[in-house]
């Protein structure tokens, strides 16, 4: 068997197609193509605007930033996500505060933020980032309500569910980033996730204002709009095609037109992908819960009816973790860990947080294991990880392909 990923991308020879005649054509940064995929990709989650970007890191960086984000800003996040849910908030000098998680689903739990936000008098925080972990949504209704009540903006960390969807409390399906419940939503297109563009990320709003804003602050600050201009000019007409204003202090966070051909490319095949996630998904979930009945230490996840988990991960839960981590490898199998808490980072201990200090979150990440999971992955290759799985487990196994 080849070493089999816990993901990989998928790559066609019409994306290979697609980024070649980008690079025969005038333009190679932000041309064309980045105006298709925001156009393409805001209409696949139901938003209004979209503002692609050079990486998810850089997307939630601009939203701290149009969201003011400052020293003395407290912003709450989840401590299992990649950290860089976090590192926003400190690349603008506010402060992270961490709440647990609901151990059913792994997701920053609304209650222990409503507990949190209770402990401090009201205008101590300003805003939440949630994040859809694993590709499963988060409860986004709850999280609006503790907003409003609280005078607090929400980032959703969608970087892993493009395409998920959940029911709110009228019977109306959403998809995560469509805009009604969050000011903002990011997305990322590392080849890891579902859409690949080498590095490449994605903010969705339905927020005009912020829209605008963020357009400017991915190119520097610098906006050449007439409408947008602020310095007094009294002499118009000497004022030339070339002027333009640099506002404020931003980056340069533009996307290639080279990536956003490759992501525009993937998006064809958007709802195939993640059809096939959904199919493999559902197939681990056969197999284990079935070894879960029969008494061995493994634990899955499966949502409740209205959740349309996106299953970027798929992820179990198991004592011998480090075990059968290793066990997997010597099989060529490469299972990976995600994630270790944010609080837990030397980088965040430098703040006074340590191991106790979020047990749900700390308990899920000794036993949490993400299985390969991607479009490419056959049957046969899923089965032979599920009889890895099954054999260190200590059962003798035999798995139906249907
Ligand atoms: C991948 C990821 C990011 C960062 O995206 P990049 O494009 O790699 O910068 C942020 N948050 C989460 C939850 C992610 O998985």
């Not at 969201?67 to 908030?89: D, E, K, Q």
Request: one cysteine or more.
């Amino acid at each position: 068997m080849n070493s089999i990923p816990y993901g990989r991308q998928h790559i066609t020879d019409d994306d290979i197609a697609a980024v070649n005649a980008v690079l025969r054509s005038s333009h190679l940064t932000q041309g064309p193509k980045i105006g298709e995929l925001e156009e393409a990709f805001a209409r696949y989650v139901g938003a209004t605007y979209a503002v692609a970007v050079a990486n998810g890191t850089a997307a939630l960086h601009l939203c701290c930033m149009a969201l003011n984000v400052g020293p003395g800003t407290r912003v709450i996040t989840t401590p299992i996500t990649f950290s860089a849910s976090a590192n926003c908030v400190r690349y603008c000098g506010g402060e992270v505060h961490f709440a647990d998680i609901d151990p059913d689903n792994v997701l920053l739990d609304p209650k222990a933020v409503r507990s949190l936000l209770e402990s401090h008098p009201k205008g101590y925080f300003s805003g939440i980032i949630p994040v859809d972990f694993a590709g499963y949504p988060v409860d986004m209704a709850a999280f609006r309500e503790l907003a409003d009540e609280f005078g607090l903006w929400i980032i959703e960390d969608s970087c892993h569910a493009p395409g998920a969807t959940f029911v709110d409390k009228n019977g109306v399906t959403h998809r995560c980033g469509d805009g009604s419940l969050a000011e903002l939503a990011i997305f990322s297109f590392h080849p890891v996730k579902h859409i690949a563009a080498g590095e490449g990320g994605m903010i969705t709003t339905n927020d005009k204002e912020l829209y605008h804003h963020l357009l400017r602050l991915r190119t520097h600050g610098i906006t050449n709009k007439p409408e947008e201009l602020t310095q007094p000019y009294p002499d118009e007409p000497e004022r030339g095609g070339w002027y333009m204003e640099l506002q404020e202090l931003g980056y340069n966070y533009r996307l290639t037109d080279i990536q956003a051909a490759l992501a525009l490319s993937q998006m064809n095949r958007v709802d195939a992908m993640l059809d096939r996630r959904r199919e493999l998904a559902a197939r681990y979930d056969a197999a284990f819960s079935e070894a879960a009945t029969s008494g061995l230490p493994i634990q899955i996840i499966v949502p409740p009816a209205g959740i349309g988990h996106a299953y970027h991960l798929y992820v179990i839960q198991t004592p011998d973790r480090k075990g059968l981590y290793d066990s997997l490898r010597t099989k060529n199998i490469f299972a990976q860990v995600h994630y270790i808490p944010v609080h837990l980072m030397p980088y965040y201990r430098q703040f006074g947080w340590k191991p106790g200090d979020f047990p749900h979150a700390e308990h899920y990440y000794a036993q949490g294991l993400s299985l390969p999971l991607f479009p490419t992955l056959t049957d046969d290759e899923q089965n032979y990880v599920i009889n890895q799985v099954l054999g260190f487990l200590h059962v003798k196994s035999f798995i139906n392909p249907n």
